[in-house]
């Protein structure tokens, strides 16, 4: 008797929290569909193994012992794509060999898995050699589209023999370009997004600690007037940007949230460079801290803004909760990001300067101005446009029913 086999994709992430977040999310979302997850990770920032029970995990020696990742050179980059193949593949062969003797005994009340395929963050494009000599189909998350200047930006954009694309977007927001890139790579193309509102569980998939005393901070504050800072989990700034920010926030006079992530002051551990008394002096009005639920901050009643470095899961993690925003992007696909936020869908604000001044003004300008009432109410537009296309027959579903008709369909 054939053996009735659940399917299994193995996830391969890109260690960093823009990266893992949504490959985690994508886990979830296909575990949903009856897929089994495996994780296959680097021991550098490896995922929370608690937050996920319905995963299964396998550690890959990365090589990467002793070397500063915070912020990854290319070189980095490349040497974690070198050193990942040996395990991967050893891993990959030890399960296909292990499905092969159970399909060999034949047991009638065996209940196995079958590999589907690999799914991979397009960072790490190493799994597309390792997927093609074991003869396994593989399939790229792109988390975000890189601009192919570099060397290897080229690398991530080519997806090599893989068989498909997943996309953390909807059809319905960016038709035309997604089109367009569909044109280009000839391939099977699945906008599935956003993924933080696809997945069904909400777990948290975050690699530092959260401090979940600033949701105590924002219940004491009025409805809609906090400001919400912060550039992420990759972004260095100096202590200039630091200073002035600190002074364009206090001058503004709005209440604000400030994520200062330890490390991301360039020269500085974690906010030392901040002006003396600076806490003091702001007192309730303001709240700093090290890293935040950011989810459940901009879905917070008292949030009305978010001065972001525009990263695209903030991007939509914002939109989504219909936060207009202030764009302060610093690299790669942030600075697309932002042009669109503002001058395409118009609902941000671009940061042309750092500076105290233009800080507290654009600052003044989101909260309480009638231009910052016109982002409101695009944004609440564009998260309506979101729901619409999130609703059962919609794109994302649709296109969620046929991604999970073509991994079921893959020759293994
Ligand atoms: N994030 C968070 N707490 C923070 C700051 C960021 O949980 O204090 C999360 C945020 O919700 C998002 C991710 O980190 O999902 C950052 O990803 P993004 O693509 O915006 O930027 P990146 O960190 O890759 O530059």
Redesign the pocket.
């Known amino acids: 008797m054939k053996i009735q086999r659940r399917q299994s994709v193995v996830l391969v992430p890109y260690p960093?929290?823009?990266?893992v977040?949504p490959m985690l999310q994508l886990g979830s979302i296909l575990h949903s569909q009856g897929f089994s997850v495996i994780v296959a990770h680097t021991e550098y920032n490896a995922p929370n193994y608690s937050n996920h029970p319905e995963f299964f995990f396998h550690s890959m020696n990365d090589g990467l012992q002793g070397i500063d990742m915070s912020f990854p050179s290319l070189e980095n980059i490349y040497d974690m794509n070198e050193n990942c193949k040996v395990p991967l593949r050893d891993y990959l062969v030890r399960m296909m060999e292990e499905e092969e003797e159970e399909e060999e005994e034949e047991e009638e009340d065996a209940r196995g898995e079958q590999l589907a395929c690999i799914i991979y963050d397009n960072v790490m494009f190493f799994v597309d050699e390792v997927a093609t000599q074991l003869r396994l189909p593989s399939i790229v998350l792109r988390?975000?589209i890189p601009e192919p200047v570099l060397e290897f930006c080229r690398a991530m954009s080519d997806i090599g023999s893989s068989v498909a694309t997943i996309w953390n977007t909807m059809q319905d927001l960016e038709n035309s370009m997604l089109l367009c890139l569909q044109g280009h790579y000839k391939v099977p193309f699945f906008p599935i997004g956003p993924f933080?509102k696809m997945a069904p569980l909400a777990s948290s998939?975050?690699i530092?600690q959260?401090d979940n005393s600033c949701i105590e901070w924002l219940d004491r504050q009025a409805p809609n007037s906090v400001v919400y800072v912060?550039?992420?989990?990759?972004?260095r700034i100096d202590d200039k940007e630091l200073i002035e920010t600190a002074w364009g926030l206090a001058n503004s006079e709005q209440p604000f949230l400030w994520?200062i992530?330890p490390g991301s002051i360039s020269g500085f551990q974690w906010a030392e460079a901040l002006p003396d008394g600076f806490e003091r002096m702001i007192g309730e009005r303001g709240r700093i801290?090290k890293?935040?639920?950011?989810?459940q901050?901009l879905a917070h009643p008292a949030v009305a803004g978010f001065f972001?470095?525009?990263?695209?899961?903030?991007?939509l993690?914002s939109i989504c909760e219909e936060v207009p925003l202030i764009c302060r992007p610093l690299f790669a696909d942030?600075l697309v990001n932002a042009r669109y936020l503002s001058q395409i869908y118009k609902v941000g604000f671009e940061l042309e300067v750092i500076e105290r001044t233009v800080i507290e003004k654009t600052v003044r300008k989101l909260m309480i101005s009638e231009e910052g009432k016109d982002l409101k109410k695009r944004v609440v537009e564009m998260k309506q446009n979101i729901v619409v296309g999130m609703l059962a027959d919609s794109s994302s579903h649709k296109n969620l029913n046929d991604l999970v008709a073509f991994i079921s369909s893959l020759p293994t």
Not at 16 to 19: A, P, R, S, Y
């Open positions: 960093f929290q823009g990266h977040t988390t975000f933080h998939t975050s530092l959260e912060s550039l992420g989990s990759l972004v994520v992530r801290v890293w935040a639920p950011q989810k901050v972001t470095h525009c990263g695209w899961n903030s991007t993690e942030q």
